[in-house]
């Protein structure tokens, strides 16, 4: 005895007499699955376009079958007739030209429009999925494109999280016109992005007008935040050249490293002061940028924190090389008091015996690095500071970005109306109507507005993606962060 398990659409019970076409899959010899996926009111449209094989069925549902129509389905080796006179009851089944008697048969009655449909649909269920998938092939929808960048941003102009978001958008407007013009309709990942793009440069408009309402305001304003950015590096090292937190550093190496440190302030105060004439152009361009959206608008002021603390990252990374430098000498010297020392060819440590002239220079290097590495320190940590306070404001406005692109008020307000794009998880309950054999119905339901907004993300890229984990790592060793 077979077991047969039959997906079928619901009716409209307006129509008396109903025409219907689907596919066979005879996954094992005791197990049948039948997906009935088309049905119309008249014999044309559904017996047009397919031909007589093993795995297409065709079959017809009325309340009283005629000879004529059973006449209609004898070319085809699968036919199933359906009479709902009196009850839901399969009047003849014939798989393979043989008719089927005595098997446990289960119908499974589906909205075919809410299938159709969903884009949520929980596929766990190999049966699910595969009635999805005859759905799609019969209304000859497209199938899902991949998402492939069309432009990347070079390795040398990626810290530019302008240059990456202009890139990122271009790659975002591509998919959204190669998607859009084959699917011919807006799915969910589709519609996220055009609102949040709306959304996006209504924003952009509202800061310009409300913050660049008089840009010579604007600039004179921006010089006055340069020199005092300048004014308060100059204070602090001159405060790191003293006797900073009554630590006693040592002052030939402290003064040294002020003056070199200072000169570069100074040279980037004469660039600033050089370029203040173009503060107002500058602006310019920036405001007339900014109508493209918000985003535009963070990514630029993103770059402009670069370039405004460009001076400060540079005395970071020569803190940083000088504290390394140290950390290491350190760590090489300390194998000395150990009769240790590194093979770099075979990447691990041996034994060595070292001279007293070795010994003796060894321990004079080592005392020396040691004495100055309070100085380094005091530098590496203040100057550390500043570019993970850089790096937090340039992640921020990164965060914001990704988070008004991915606005999910399309999603919200097809949730909030019970769209049946939404319907995902597959409820299937006994139908209590008359029927000689099992009736499921399996009723599709909405999914959770959270699991939703995770699904119906659009592909849009963190410009500026931080990894805290290797930032902490590269603080504790002295490894540049970039």
């Given at each position: ?265 100074e040279l980037w105060w004469l660039f600033l002061d050089v370029s203040g004439e173009k503060v107002d152009f500058v602006l310019q361009i920036i405001q007339y940028l900014g109508y493209f959206g918000i985003t535009f608008q963070a990514a630029i ?33 300390l194998r000395l008091f150990v009769g240790k020392k590194q093979n770099p060819l075979r990447g691990c440590i041996d034994s060595c015996q070292y001279t007293n002239q070795e010994l003796f220079v060894g321990t004079v290097a080592f005392t020396i ?8 320190i005091m530098y590496y940590i203040v100057f550390t500071l500043f570019r993970v306070l850089s790096l937090l404001g340039q992640y921020t406005l990164s965060r914001l970005i990704n988070t008004v692109q991915t606005l999910p008020l399309y999603v ?71």
């Amino acid at each position: 005895m077979s077991s047969i398990k039959i997906f079928m659409p619901i009716f409209p019970e307006t129509i008396n007499k109903i025409y219907f076409n689907g596919y066979v899959n005879n996954t094992k010899e005791a197990y049948i699955v039948i997906y009935i996926t088309n049905y119309s009111a008249t014999t044309t449209k559904i017996f047009k376009h397919i031909k007589p094989n093993e795995n297409r069925i065709i079959g017809c549902c009325m309340n009283t079958v005629h000879q004529s129509q059973q006449t209609i389905l004898t070319a085809w080796p699968n036919q199933l007739i359906i009479d709902t006179s009196e009850t839901y009851k399969l009047s003849q089944l014939i798989l393979n030209n043989k008719k089927i008697l005595n098997s446990n048969i289960i119908v499974m009655q589906y909205d075919i429009h809410k299938v159709m449909n969903t884009e949520t649909l929980d596929v766990n269920c190999n049966e699910f999925e595969q009635l999805k998938k005859y759905l799609v092939y019969d209304s000859n929808m497209p199938q899902t494109i991949e998402y492939k960048p069309l432009c990347t941003v070079p390795s040398w102009i990626s810290s530019s999280m302008y240059i990456q978001h202009c890139c990122n958008q271009i790659n975002l407007l591509n998919w959204l016109q190669n998607t859009v013009k084959r699917k011919g309709k807006v799915s969910l990942k589709q519609g996220n992005y055009i609102v949040a793009l709306i959304i996006d440069i209504l924003l952009g408009y509202i800061v310009l007008e409300l913050f660049l309402f008089d840009r010579t305001k604007n600039g004179v304003l921006l010089v006055g935040i340069l020199e005092k950015l300048v004014n308060y590096m100059y204070s602090l090292l001159k405060w790191l050249m003293g006797a900073p937190a009554g630590l006693k550093l040592n002052n030939a190496f402290n003064k040294m490293l002020g003056r070199y440190f200072s000169y570069h302030v100074e040279l980037w105060w004469l660039f600033l002061d050089v370029s203040g004439e173009k503060v107002d152009f500058v602006l310019q361009i920036i405001q007339y940028l900014g109508y493209f959206g918000i985003t535009f608008q963070a990514a630029i002021i993103s770059d402009i924190i670069c370039i405004t603390t460009f001076h400060s990252y540079c005395i970071y990374v020569y803190a940083a090389r000088l504290f390394n430098l140290q950390i290491s000498g350190l760590s090489a010297l300390l194998r000395l008091f150990v009769g240790k020392k590194q093979n770099p060819l075979r990447g691990c440590i041996d034994s060595c015996q070292y001279t007293n002239q070795e010994l003796f220079v060894g321990t004079v290097a080592f005392t020396i690095l040691l004495l100055l590495l309070p100085t380094t320190i005091m530098y590496y940590i203040v100057f550390t500071l500043f570019r993970v306070l850089s790096l937090l404001g340039q992640y921020t406005l990164s965060r914001l970005i990704n988070t008004v692109q991915t606005l999910p008020l399309y999603v919200v307000a097809l949730w909030v109306t019970h769209s049946s794009k939404l319907a995902g998880n597959i409820f299937i309950e006994t139908n209590k109507g008359n029927s000689e054999h099992l009736l499921l119905q399996v009723k599709i339901l909405n999914k959770p507005l959270r699991e939703v907004i995770r699904i119906s993300k659009p592909p849009v890229d963190l410009p500026k993606n931080v990894e805290w984990r290797s930032v902490v790592s590269s603080v504790l060793t002295g490894n540049q962060i970039i």
